[in-house]
């Protein structure tokens, strides 16, 4: 399957569909939250715990929702078999995107560049679920690396849509605060907006590796 046809199945559509209502939902019920938190090292937890555990499991929903065809295939064994192989297998995933977003800081040089968190926490995210769906089809040899071609236009699309999210939220937000005498919407829509144009960097990943499947 193509990258077109992947992102144009009902599949993927769906999985973006709820993904993105996800965003409207939970993004302006946590910013709600902080602001009613009067203590520091509360509003701290809630920023760098509660928030980042929140966009871990809306990724791993649109993971889970986009399989199988984020790997650019149509039969695979169910995404419920695949998770009921270990108790703990739903555990690993929520805990690898969320020291993902922890960790990523600390690496020399990509760490500044705080655009590329998300897409790498639905990198690692789908490279996992990708070692479960190999394993189950019975693939003993596979590699969690889809060349440099794939790597660097990963890294130019997530910077690229950060930067666009960004130019479109702050047109918007300037509007919005007009309309509704309100302040910094912008930055608000801004993440949401973020969160969801980086989703093809994932896809894009995602389907390099699914090509050892076909």
Same mark, same amino acid.
């Given at each position: 399957m193509s990258i077109s046809t992947i992102f144009f199945s009902v599949k993927f559509l769906t999985a973006l %569909?709820?993904?993105a209502i996800l +965003? %409207? +939902?939970? !993004? $302006? !019920?946590q910013a709600r939250v902080y602001e009613k938190l009067e203590h520091s090292a509360l509003q701290w937890k809630w920023e760098h715990i509660a928030i980042p555990l929140a966009q871990a499991a809306m990724m791993m929903v649109f993971i889970l929702l986009a399989y199988p065809v984020i790997y650019g295939i149509e039969n695979a064994p169910e995404i419920s078999i695949l998770l009921l192989q270990d108790d703990l297998r739903i555990d690993y995933l929520v805990n690898l995107i969320f020291m993902t977003s922890l960790l *990523? $800081?600390? +690496?020399p040089v990509l760490g500044n560049w705080h655009e590329l968190v998300l897409p790498l926490q639905g990198i690692a995210a789908s490279a996992l679920i990708f070692s479960w769906l190999a394993q189950g089809v019975g693939l003993t040899e596979f590699s969690y690396w889809p060349g440099w071609e794939i790597v660097i236009a990963c890294l130019f699309l997530g910077v *690229? %849509?950060?930067w666009v999210g960004v130019q479109i939220s702050q047109f918007v937000g300037h509007k919005l605060d007009e309309a509704f005498n309100v302040v910094d919407s912008g930055e608000l829509f801004s993440r949401g907006l973020i969160l969801l144009l980086q989703s093809p960097v994932i896809l894009l990943f995602s389907s390099s590796l699914g090509k050892q499947l076909q």
């Open positions: %569909t709820v993904y +965003i %409207t +939902i939970f !993004l $302006p !019920l *990523f $800081p600390l +690496i *690229f %849509t950060h």
